[in-house]
């Protein structure tokens, strides 16, 4: 990352900390900028095993429960569950996932007619949409070679 782009990106970070009353550490800063580089759509033990290397002392419930304010700030998104690991999302943008099956990578992609799927009427009666998200499950490049 740029220096100019990393100093615009820790003062959003900031204040959004600010603003939710969340006290900026060095650690809660570490996780977060762990998590904006990771492409894999981490599990808290992952980032926890990856940030234990800055901090031998971190415990995995602080990463955990950084990682859980974070996204009830907005911060970083929650990848949509199916009764796993929850894992965590850097990208707040639109986009969209491909999940391997196999070794479960999540891989961000985006496309402009999936943004615009149309929700059937007699959804909309039951239901108030406020988020599109498309999965598509596969099997990853590596996983097939
Ligand atoms: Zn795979
Ligand atoms: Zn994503």
């Known amino acids: 990352m ?3 782009h990393k100093d615009i ?3 959003e970070f900031k204040k959004t900390c600010a603003q939710h ?3 900026i550490t060095h650690q809660r800063i ?3 900028e762990e998590l904006s580089k990771a492409k894999d ?3 808290a033990d992952v980032i926890f095993n990856r940030i234990k290397k800055v901090f031998p002392h971190i415990s995995f419930d602080t990463v955990y429960r950084t990682l859980t304010s974070f996204s009830e700030m907005g911060l970083i998104k929650l990848v949509e569950g199916c009764g796993e690991k929850k894992r965590f999302d850097p990208n707040t943008e639109n986009h ?3 999940r391997c099956i196999k070794c479960n990578v999540i891989i961000d992609f985006y496309n402009k007619s999936y943004d615009k799927i149309s929700v059937p009427r007699a959804l909309k009666k039951e239901f ?3 988020n599109k998200k498309v999965v598509l499950e596969g099997i990853c490049k590596k996983c097939k070679s």
């Open 41 to 43: 759509h981490p599990s």
């Open 21 to 23: 009353g969340l006290k």
């Open 128 to 130: 108030e949409v406020l």
């Open 9 to 11: 990106f820790r003062q």
């Open 2 to 4: 740029q220096n100019d």
């Open 96 to 98: 969209h996932h491909l």
């Open 30 to 32: 570490a996780i977060y």
